[in-house]
């Protein structure tokens, strides 16, 4: 089975950075993904790592380290609009559907 | 734009009722999946799809059952409602991916009240 663990709740200031941590124990392993959610919204897709290193996505960046086992999200130049719940989630390859495991979220308050 | 659309956004059924949670998406996925969503224990999947008429199950697929007659369509049944099936519900589709990654595509969800 596969087991995913994430920090529950991360408070920042408006501009700062945060680094949201995820490791993961699983059977299979074909790349990390993480969502945002807004309260009320749907889970959107942010970035996905299928290899070692770090992935840039504007303000956002995504890091794997397969070895480790563990990832991060960063998450720079914090906005009030990114006040959210961040997933991290395993994909476990397409003989199995694609389908991905989520982590149990964190909640990113950002105050000003 | 992809878009998923499930069928309601609040749902409040009786213990015992056999409930219908529909996802309709028009993008031509092959794969469609059910997740549920509880404080603290992100999503879990239920069941997923990856052709029309197969469907395979998840991680909590006890007490449920689904149906993918066509291809932009999977419906979630809960054979007999219990409150613990309380919960948000959240359908997602993609495309297979293959060797890349293929972003799932989620539904505004439904919140279902067993009561």
């Known amino acids: 089975g596969q087991s995913l663990e994430q920090p529950s709740e991360v408070t920042a200031v408006e501009g700062a950075i945060v680094q949201i941590n995820c490791t993961y124990q699983?059977?299979?392993?074909?790349?990390l993904s993480w969502y945002q959610q807004h309260d009320g919204g749907a889970p959107t897709f942010l970035s996905y790592?299928?290899?070692?290193g770090l992935e840039e996505t504007g303000r956002f960046s995504s890091f794997l380290s397969r070895s480790d086992s563990y990832g991060y999200l960063l998450l720079q130049e914090l906005q009030m609009k990114d006040s959210a719940s961040y997933f991290c989630?395993?994909?476990?390859?397409?003989?199995?559907?694609?389908?991905?495991?989520f982590g149990g979220g964190t909640r990113v308050l950002v105050k000003p | 734009d992809v878009k998923v659309t499930q069928s309601s956004r609040y749902l409040v059924k009786r213990t015992g009722e056999k409930v219908f949670l529909e996802c309709v998406q028009d993008?031509?996925?092959?794969?469609m999946f059910w997740y549920r969503q509880d404080p603290g224990l992100g999503l879990r999947l239920i069941y997923f799809?990856?052709?029309?008429?197969?469907?395979e199950k998840g991680d909590i697929p006890e007490g449920y059952s689904v149906s993918r007659e066509k291809k932009e369509r999977f419906s979630l049944i809960l054979e007999s409602a219990s409150t613990n099936q309380t919960s948000m519900y959240l359908c997602?589709?993609?495309?297979?991916?293959?060797?890349?990654?293929?972003?799932?595509?989620f539904g505004n969800g439904t919140r279902l009240t067993v009561t």
């Open positions: 790592n299928g290899l070692d």
């Open positions: 993008m031509d996925h092959e794969n």
């Open positions: 997602a589709s993609s495309t297979p991916g293959g060797q890349y990654n293929s972003p799932l595509h």
């Open positions: 989630a395993v994909r476990e390859g397409p003989a199995a559907g694609n389908k991905l495991t």
């Open positions: 799809s990856y052709d029309v008429k197969m469907k």
């Open positions: 699983t059977s299979g392993f074909y790349g």
